[in-house]
């Protein structure tokens, strides 16, 4: 239980970070925010937890094809705050289109034989 309080912390210092950095400066927040620091501490704790070379190796390919879907959400959600569009109907947008996107995915590579 103590471990994962530990890896839960961890995680959340980080993304506190990213917000605090943020506030004061979009752009340095903005860079802690989309360091892989989160897929890191995943193969850390999936390592530690496993010692599994293939299961990481597998997690980390998967992980790369699931960010490549989740950019244009970085797109959309600035495009329609800037066209006058609310936070939270603009979040939701980029989060629907990120589902959409990740089923789509998943349905192209399994027809190309990638397994996730």
């Known amino acids: 239980m103590l471990y994962l ?12 970070l990213a917000s605090e950095v943020a506030r004061r400066f979009s752009g340095w927040g903005a860079l802690i925010a989309s360091l892989p620091l ?5 193969m850390i704790w999936l390592w530690r937890d496993t010692s599994d070379p293939q299961r990481l190796a597998d997690h980390a390919q998967a992980t790369f094809w699931f960010v ?5 959400m970085f797109l959309l959600v600035p495009l329609l705050l800037r066209r006058g569009v609310g936070f939270w109907p603009a979040l939701l947008g980029g989060c629907a289109l990120t589902v ?10 399994t027809r190309t034989g990638v397994k996730l």
């Open 5 to 16: 309080l530990l890896k839960a912390a961890t995680s959340g210092v980080i993304i506190a």
């Open 38 to 42: 989160v897929s890191i501490l995943g």
């Open 68 to 72: 490549l879907p989740s950019l244009p």
């Open 100 to 109: 959409v996107l990740y089923i789509a995915m998943t349905a192209l590579l």
